[in-house]
């Protein structure tokens, strides 16, 4: 029996059956006791076979979302905050629409909805920074797609966690989505007024519901791809991923196009920070070589995409980018002609010259240089 299979078992059975790594059955009833309540058979053996760092792995990724395991909650959540990360009313997406049934809605702001990629969750750096940002801002209605157990890495191989789960996953939602949203607007929410800003496989996922939602005679405003992920939908067709056509406006940042991110351009406007044809794109600051996969420093690059959008939103008018046909031109471009057509990165601008903007960025926040990193 392999170690993906015990997990997998484990995830679809009512009678569970779970093979340990060469583990006495008493280290481990504490958790399986905390977490196994709703299941009414459990049998534990022993099977010297299977690597104990698989065992570790799905232990940890049980104790963080359990539901996933024991609910099979094939649900994602839409989480409307109030006027702070801890003050929310959270709904499953075929219930959303309720949410008019509280005092939640302003029909003056903007509505944002968030969402966090592979393996991100409500607790995540990307999902509390963001959100963080817009609440205290005040000027948006806020909500976190909260698809965490959708996303979750349920196999002991990242691949095929990703390949197998969350990238359809992330397909299915987007279509699900799609509906969400015209229930939502029959209900009072005002279409017209909502950004929908993904991250990595969040954009993907964002991008469908745009392509899904121009079915019923809807095309929405404004997408963001925050260097959406490039494994698995590099190959897809467009009604599939993000496109330029997904919305009215799609702007995307890639800030890791030779890994996590994809190359593709995908958007009205793409930005192209720090970028070079050659050899990998290393966002200044982060660590160059290769890192523990998913660690602080392999994400760092990954991960710069929102940053950068953070830095756009708290420091207007920093981070710019001058308009070229490609990377070479941009290079070759005079003072005169990167100062010719710029466009603010983080900004609705839907009237603006399609296609690539390229920028460089200081190390750390503030990341912006202005004209000085055109």
Not at 157 to 164: D, E, I, K, L
Not at 260 to 282: I, M, S
Not at 312 to 319: D, E, F, Q, R, S
């Amino acid at each position: 029996m392999s170690a993906g299979a015990f997990v997998f078992s484990f995830f679809l059975s009512g009678s569970v059956k779970l093979i340990l790594a060469g583990y006495a059955a008493s280290s481990i009833n504490v958790p399986l006791l905390n977490y196994n309540a709703n299941w009414a058979n459990l049998s534990i053996e022993r099977d010297d076979n299977i690597p104990p760092e698989y065992l570790h792995l799905f232990l940890h990724h049980l104790s963080e979302a359990p539901s996933v395991y024991a609910n099979n909650d094939n649900s994602a959540m839409l989480r409307f905050f109030y006027d702070s990360m801890s003050n929310y009313t959270e709904l499953p997406l075929s219930e959303a629409h309720k949410i008019f049934s509280y005092s939640w809605y302003n029909p003056a702001k903007t509505t944002v909805f968030f969402s966090h990629g592979y393996t991100g969750h409500p607790k995540g750096p990307a999902v509390t920074t963001i959100m963080n940002y817009y609440l205290k801002e005040g000027l948006s209605n806020v909500v976190l797609f909260n698809w965490q157990h959708m996303a979750s890495m349920i196999y002991p191989s990242f691949v095929n966690s990703y390949m197998n789960w969350a990238a359809p996953n992330a397909i299915r939602l987007g279509n699900e989505f799609a509906n969400t949203l015209l229930k939502l607007s029959a209900a009072g929410l005002d279409l017209d007024k909502t950004h929908l800003l993904g991250h990595s496989l969040g954009a993907h996922m964002f991008g469908v519901t745009g392509n899904k939602i121009q079915e019923f005679g809807v095309k929405l405003p404004w997408i963001t791809g925050l260097d959406p992920a490039s494994a698995g939908f590099d190959v897809k067709p467009p009604h599939l991923r993000l496109q330029p056509n997904s919305a009215l406006f799609v702007s995307v940042i890639h800030s890791d196009p030779s890994r996590y991110g994809t190359k593709r351009e995908l958007g009205t406007v793409d930005f192209w920070p720090n970028y070079r044809n050659r050899g990998q794109v290393l966002q200044t600051g982060c660590p160059p070589g290769s890192h523990q996969r998913f660690s602080k420093e392999d994400l760092c690059n990954h991960n710069r995409s929102w940053q950068f959008l953070l830095d756009a939103l708290k420091y207007p008018g920093t981070i710019i980018g001058t308009y070229a046909k490609n990377f070479r031109i941009w290079k070759n471009y005079s003072k005169d002609e990167k100062n010719a057509e710029v466009l603010e990165l983080g900004t609705f601008n839907p009237n603006a010259k399609p296609g690539n903007y390229y920028l460089i960025t200081a190390g750390e926040s503030p990341y912006g240089l202005g004209k000085n990193g055109l």
